[in-house]
């Protein structure tokens, strides 16, 4: 049934700082290396090796330049994979079944045995976070590494999401949004985390940290440092009386 | 049965097996759990590569290249067997032979170069993190011409540290990450310590630590710091020595740091015009001289309890006038030509913007003081309480090595450090064992060559002085092929792998007859003029012959340069071969821990392909040691000592007790850094996750250059055999030798024409000059920098190939500021010409803001040959993409006096591949829509690879 | 929007298809006999079944289309699909019962149309429902849908009866059908015109949260080539193709067939020139089609670079 649940009993999302991330596309490949040999069909490419090289992945990183109107442009690297909103369209568009959310975790899915592959749960996620398989034809998006965080088979401080686990800055967080003691909680509470696009109304669970504000050239200097060139002796004469005080400890 | 009525499998069988070893993907050498699955033909095949979460290096973590293991493994650009060429050189053209055909091939041609004149063999390596057994290799072969990489790519950073205080950035140190307070990141895109900078990067985000990123492009690392300063490329130097000049006139500087551990007190000879003017005062015994100023005499700076002075006139005992180095850094660097104000334009950075840097350096360094309770005793003997520490900290890399200026820009910055008193004290950089290592623990560079023999000793190190440059009887002939340890680079301790092929092929200073080359694409990324270089491997002389005889290559895939050799030799990929991360070349270490790590065959290649024979190179080098009868490499009846490259990493010792791995030596495995070979030492190596570590023990953590407790354990660990001093040479005084050589002091003088360069530039104290492109360019016709970043998903020009990767990064745009888009009239999805003193190329063209207003940059390396690497000749990287080398020369804009100057560090030799100024105009739209210049595509015998891909199909539930 | 020919035809062959079951079944005069009670129901049972199996071609696994009939409770196109079905079952019973009896029943033949338009109505609330595509997020699009739909049941189903009524009420009602249907288009893309994305208050600054710091703007996609998304959903065309395919969609669409239907109901000539206003009305929906799907901004395109890129 492609009705969402009501609630859910947990709600598992990503937190994504975006004041950390430096844009290395590690989350990104180590996402389809995991998924391509495990949840559903692989994540296929075509040509490969060829003029138009094109595949199926789960998480991208894009990068924007931030232009503020009193100082230098910046860049964001913003990676996005599904948020599992809790109103999602794309559960409710989808004429299968084939797309769910999960009334245990709130995970969104594709059960790809279900799957037709129309692609309007593609056209009715606002994110652009569902790829259609070149290969199997059937949807895919991010699972949550649902088959890593309740897996038996991989220790237990490895069940976190492939992305979680690999990014080298540390910029994606995984955890429980609906306890607010959580450490994802936590995160959006301290540093305002917020939602891409609230205006859909498909309440994402993931949240995004926003970058810290960055110091201009010109901000006001109030460290700069007193010159001892000005007094007695000028630098030289700093010396012999800093050095006067150093020979007496 | 998960919820809601599907069929979920929340525990999926993962893989059969973990194997642990140690990423190649780039140099970084991350530990990684390879996850093997059973594959269709029932042959172990690669499930999923993650980060070893025990390993030192990324203690979990895995960067995009990674992760991209599978499809580096399974390439279809692999190559399968021993090539030999058929066609003319460049084709692509080759025979299939057997490995013993090869062999015995390379072995002839080697053997009879060693015979006749070893020197006519060059053999040059690429990042292949091998050089503890190439270099002795090439050693025991005695051929002079033999160096890695590393002169092209940062020798400027190594040796300005090495040279400054015995260490350097990267392999060598780190910033302290759990305890600095400000921290500074000058010209780093990526740099090898890719994922400890990221998780070093977190770390101070995590503790909010401001970070300040000076680039003049503002991605990555730069994207996420605090504040970033855009400044206009090779004048980093100026910026540097500007804070410095604020730091003294604050008086913001450790003066107790200076006296206790650095040459600053040392008495500098005053006698213009003399042979000694500028040289330091040294007793009988050659020991430095300083002022005690409360006894007011002369004494050596190594006794005790000394008070030395910084500043004043002395008179020497023999009657000559002296001064603290001190007083002379001082004058320097206080006067108004290193204010902000006068550096201001030239650098693109506000005087305001350099005062308050200033004073935040000065602030965190002086107030936020860091002190660890730890009692230490220093190698003077005098016990310290506790441990107090300058937590700012610093890193750098390319960007300001990367120019002709790179060296002296390089000791800047560390003259920075060290006055802030924040080399390996807490908070600030950190040594990682083995270092520090300072000149005095280093070898000498080492050339002459006899037929049949060996050479003497290493053939890279550090020299003192013009008296140990490699020349010939004339004094300005250099032994070696790319004139390293010449009046052209004289502390070149790289070599200069980007001159061999010209050299080579101008036969300056000499011809050679085999060009042995391993894992370097020099047809392409890692030269200078790659069209150029192309030419000159397929350039005959009048009898039809080509310049460079013969060509022997190894490779593991078909790359641009595969095309050029005459021999292939095919190695196997990472993931199938024993690899030493080796503590006699560039272990693994971290300040913590001295460590090191092994690669071993975690599938066998024979049955990762259809039709795959290939070998490791290293077995493959130690073959041929074998065949031709290289001392160490044979036992006296002939026969080769060891039998593959793991045999080697177990049974060889450099000196008695030291091998190549540190971990479970001695014949029980008992023992650490020194010890007898361990048969059971690599089983022990694998069972331990690939890697071995030994804890830098709390009391050697810090001060390592001045600490009683690490020499101690140094020594005990085989890194070094006794004390080394390692006094900070903030005045380095072989670079004044030079200097006098210049003035026309001593027995050996550079010629007249290299004299006025010497002299400016080999300056004892760090100064900063304008690039040399640039001076001699008229900065109206070429008005703009380019440069280039590595991209963090892409591994110079080995990503490629890799179905994953290539997707990020097809084809690379020209990013071009806002401002000068505005005046060519260039808007996205254009394409423009861009023009140098020596080449023309035509690029797709992107607006970008984030950017200082007179660079220009791409991405490194992503363009490429059409029809290397079995890609399509269509391939956007081969159309869209486009390398900028090929408007880099290697050599200078002639100049009247008919020499061939290298593009290159006066004093290293360094590729000064940053220094490129540019010119852009926009291409007629007609023109579209491939970027030039274009090559014939080259060819392969390889299968046509698959139309898609479905990796992992085999294991998934499918649906 | 990626404007798939399958899809194009599907809306504008199954909307003709069911506009004509829809009046077959409101009992439009149309001729008698059994040839007639063959031919016409499969004239307008084929063209929507043509259009319904077009739109398999734009599914990934067509041998799953089944399964799209199990949402209805949630999903407009599960329902279309239902409806789609019942329509069908429906319209072959009435024909069964018309080829049989030669009779046409009403009341069989009301709820038929009903469900024929519904079936309209759920196609277009597919494309009405999504948020994600301000220029399709309103109710003229159904409007537009349904009165298209009934537009080309009109002129098809006059022209079909032409030879019994000369210069008709058939024809009157046609051109007004046109006219209206056009009307509502017209209204409709005066609003498209207001509605982009940014009308509705989504830009790159809310896609990303990072309006507080600055004008956003795309330096690099994710990768170097193309991708489903941006195949899918970032399709662009030039201003002036689009106002040069729309002067067409008007001529061939609108103006050709009113003047056609005009001319007839004027003249009081027969109705079966009544064909060629359908052809060309048909000729220039799939131009409007096409355009319904290529001018639609959708969201995503925000993290591409923003629809005008
Ligand atoms: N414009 C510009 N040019 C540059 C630079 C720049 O910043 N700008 N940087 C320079 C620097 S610092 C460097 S280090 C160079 C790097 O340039 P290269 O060292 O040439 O870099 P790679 O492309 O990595 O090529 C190395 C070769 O090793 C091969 N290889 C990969 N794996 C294996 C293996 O397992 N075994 C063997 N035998 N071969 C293997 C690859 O196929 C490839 O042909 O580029 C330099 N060139
Ligand atoms: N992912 C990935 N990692 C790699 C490699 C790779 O190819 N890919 N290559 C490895 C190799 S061989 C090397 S040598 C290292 C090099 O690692 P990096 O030192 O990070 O090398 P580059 O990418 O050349 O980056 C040079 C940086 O300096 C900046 N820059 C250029 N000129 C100036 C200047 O004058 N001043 C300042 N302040 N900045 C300047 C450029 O914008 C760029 O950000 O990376 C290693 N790691
Ligand atoms: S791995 Fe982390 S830092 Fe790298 S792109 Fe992904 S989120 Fe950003
Ligand atoms: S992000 Fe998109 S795919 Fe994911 S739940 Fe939300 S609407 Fe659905
Ligand atoms: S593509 Fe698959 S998951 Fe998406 S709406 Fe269609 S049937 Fe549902
Ligand atoms: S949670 Fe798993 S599936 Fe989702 S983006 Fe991360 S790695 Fe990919
Ligand atoms: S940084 Fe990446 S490619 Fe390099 S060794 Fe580590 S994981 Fe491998
Ligand atoms: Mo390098």
Known sequence: MTSLPETTERALGLVIDLDTCVGCHACVVNCKEWNTGGYGAPLADMDPYGAEPEGAWLNRIHTFEVSPEDAPASIVHFPKSC???ADAPCVTVCPTGASYKRSEDGIVLVDESMCIGCGLCAWSCPYGAREMDPVENVMKKCTLCVDRIYNDNIPEEDRVPACVRTCPSGARHFGDFSDPQSNVSQLVAERGGFDLMPEMGTAPVNKYLPPRPKAKPECAT???????????????GWLDRALEKLGKD | MGGDGHNLELSP???DEIRKTTCYMCACRCGINVHLRKGEDGQPKIRYIEGNRDHPINRGVLCAKGSAGIMQHYSPARLKKPLLRVGERGKGAFREIEWEEALALASEWLGEVRQRDPKKLAFFTGRDQSQSLTGWWAQQYGTPNFAAHGGFCSVNMAAGGIYTF???????????????????????????????IKMGLAKLKDRGVKIIGVNPVRTGYNAIADEWVGITPGTDGLFILALVHELLKAGSIDLDYLLRYTNAPWLVVQNEGAEDHGLFARNEAGEPLVFDRQQEVCVSSKGKAVKPALNGQVTLPDGRKARPAFELLAQKYLSDEYAPEAVSERTGVSPSQIRRLAGEIAQAAFEREVVIDQPWTDMKGERHEKMVGRPVSFHAMRGISAHSNGFQTCRALHLLQILLGSIDSPGGFRFKP????????????????????????????????????LLEDDGITPQRIDKAFSWDAPMSSHGLMHMVISNACAGDPYPVDVLFMYMANMSWN?????????????????NGDYRIPKIIYSDAYNSEMVAFADLVLPDTTYLERHDCISILDRPISEPEALADSLRWPVVDPATQGEGRDVRGFQSVLLDLGGRLGLPGMVKPDGSAIYKDYADYMVNHQRRPGVGPLAGWRGKDGEQQGRGEPNPEQINRYIENGGFFQAHVPAEAQYFKHANRAWSDWAIEMGLQDGPVENVFQLYLEPLRKFQLAAEGHGKRLPPESHRARIKATFDPLPIWYPPFEGQQLDENEFPYHAITQRPAAMYHSWGSQNAWLRQIHGANPLYVPGAICDEAGLVDGDWAFVTSHHGRIKVPVRRMEAVNEKTLWTWNAIG???????????????????????????????????????????ITGQAAWFDLRVRIEKADPQDHPVSLPQFEPQEDGLEQPAHQLTYGREWGEGT | MHPAISVIFFTVTSGAGFGLIAMIGAGMPLPGGLLSAFLIPALAGGMAIAGLVASTFHLGRPERAWRAFSQWRSSWLSREGVLAVTTLVLFGIYTLIWMMTGERLFWLGLPLAICALLTVYTTAMIYAQLKTIPHWHTGL???SYLTFSLACGLVLAGSLGGHLQPGSLAAGLSFFAILIAWLVKYLWWKRAHGASLSAFGSTMETATGLSAIGKVRLLERPHTGENYLTREMVHVIGRKHASKLRTIAVLLGAGLPLLIAFGVWILSASTVWLVFAFVSLMTGLFVERWLFFAEAEHAVSLYYGGPET
């Not at chain 2, 003029?529 to 192309?534: A, I, P, R, T």
Request: charged content about 25%; aromatic content about 8%.
């Open chain 1, 83 to 85: 948020l599992h909103c």
């Open chain 3, 141 to 143: 699009t159904p409007l």
């Open chain 2, 13 to 15: 069988h993962v893989s």
């Open chain 2, 864 to 906: 490429k040959r059409s029809g290397a690497w079995n890609l399509d000749d269509d391939a956007p990287e081969a159309k869209k993409g486009f390398l900028l080398n090929h408007l880099i020369h290697e050599l200078l804009p002639p100049k009247a006096d008919g020499l061939r100057w290298s593009n290159s560090d006066p």
């Open chain 2, 434 to 469: 083995p270092y520090p290592r300072p000149i005095d623990g280093q070898p000498k560079p080492h050339g002459g060559c006899k037929p049949g023999e060996p050479l003497a000793g290493p053939h890279l190190g550090f020299l003192r002085g013009p008296e140990e440059l």
């Open chain 2, 166 to 196: 015995g260490g350097a950035f990267w392999e060598f140190g780190a910033p302290d990450w759990d305890r600095t307070e400000l921290f500074m990141i000058f010209g780093v895109a990526e740099d090898h310590d890719s994922n400890p």
């Open chain 2, 526 to 542: 890692s030269s200078m003029n790659s069209g150029g270089v192309m030419k000159m491997l397929q350039e005959k002389d009048d």
């Open chain 1, 222 to 236: 109030t460290t700069t440092p007193a010159s001892v060139q000005a007094e007695v002796g000028g630098f030289l």
